[in-house]
C-alpha cells in the first residue's frame, strides 16, 4: 500500500485512525509531528511531501473551536481554508488522491430532513463558514479527492462531549443539556474505519460524502444515554437554545443523509447507541 500522510495526526480523529490502522495492521500510516507538519508553513510541507511521498494524504488539521471562531475569524479561516487549500496544491503536484475532513456546519440545518451531499450549503457561523470554504478551496485545486462531512465527533481520545458528560456527571447533582438541537452522534473510530476502508480499495469514486453514525438524537437524549450506559448517577435537565447562549449560532438540525457513502462503498453504518456503548466501555476500562 502506498504511504498515507495524516495532518492534524495528535487530533481526536488523527489518534483514532492511529489506532484502527494498527489494529488493521495498516503499516503505510505517517503521522509528522506537529511543529513539522503546520498546514500553513508551505515550505514545511513540501518537505514532507519529498520525504514521504505520499499516495494518500488525510486532512484532519482544522481550527474547531466554534464559538472562538467569531471572534479570530481570520485565523479559522487560514486554518480551515488556505491550509486546506495548501494540502490539495500538494497533492495536486504530487498525485497524491486527498481525503479532506469537513463538517455539518457548513449548512443552515433549518429544515427538518436528512442533509444530502448537494443540498445548499449555507453556514451560519464563522466556523463553519471557514470550513465551507475550505472544501470549495480543495475542489477548485483537485479532480481527484474525498471530501467528508461529519459532525457530533467523539471518542476515547481528546476532548469531546462523552468524556464532558462523564466528567461533569460525576462531579455535579445536576445538569443543563440542550433538547432543541437534532443530530447524529459519530464515533470517531467508525469514521476512521471508513476513511481507511477508502484507502485499502484505492477507491476512484471521488467526491464529497456524509459520514455519522445512523439514527438522530438530540445533545439532551446523548447525555441521557451517556448517563444511562455508564451508570451514573446525575439529573439532566432539558433546556432550549435561548436558555443557554453561545457566541455562535448553531444548526438545529444536522441529521446527514448517508445514502451516497452507503451505496458507493457497500457499507453498514452503525447505530450510534451500539457505537457509545462501545466507546464508554472502552473508557470505563
Known sequence: ????????????????????????????????????ANILNTAGLEKIFDQYKPGWVINCAAYTAVDKAEDEFKIAEKV????????????DING??????STDFVFKGDVAHPLKEDDTANPISAYGKTKLDGELAVAAVLKEYFIIRTGWLYSEFANNFVKTMLKLGAE???????????????????????ILMIISA???AY???????EGVTSWF????????????????????????VTKATRP?????????????FNIEIPYWRDSLVNCVGKLQK
Do not use: W
Open 1 to 36: 500500500m502506498k504511504n498515507i500522510v495524516v495532518f492534524g495526526a495528535s487530533g481526536q480523529l488523527g489518534q483514532c485512525i492511529k489506532a484502527v490502522a494498527a489494529e488493521k495492521q495498516i503499516t503505510t500510516l505517517i503521522f509528522p509531528p506537529e511543529e513539522d
Open 80 to 91: 480551515n481554508k488556505t491550509g486546506a487549500e495548501n494540502i490539495a496544491k500538494l497533492c
Open 96 to 101: 497524491a488522491v486527498l481525503i479532506h475532513i
Open 172 to 194: 455535579r447533582d445536576e445538569l443543563r443539556i440542550i433538547a432543541d438541537q437534532v443530530g447524529t452522534p459519530t464515533y470517531a473510530i467508525d469514521l476512521a474505519g471508513f
Open 202 to 204: 484505492d477507491s476512484k
Open 207 to 213: 467526491g464529497t460524502y456524509h459520514y455519522s453514525n
Open 221 to 244: 437524549d446523548f447525555a441521557r444515554a451517556i448517563f444511562d450506559i455508564s451508570g451514573t448517577l446525575v439529573k439532566a435537565i432539558p433546556v432550549r437554545t435561548d436558555e443557554y
Open 252 to 264: 438545529a438540525y444536522s441529521v446527514m443523509d448517508k445514502s451516497k457513502a452507503k451505496q458507493t
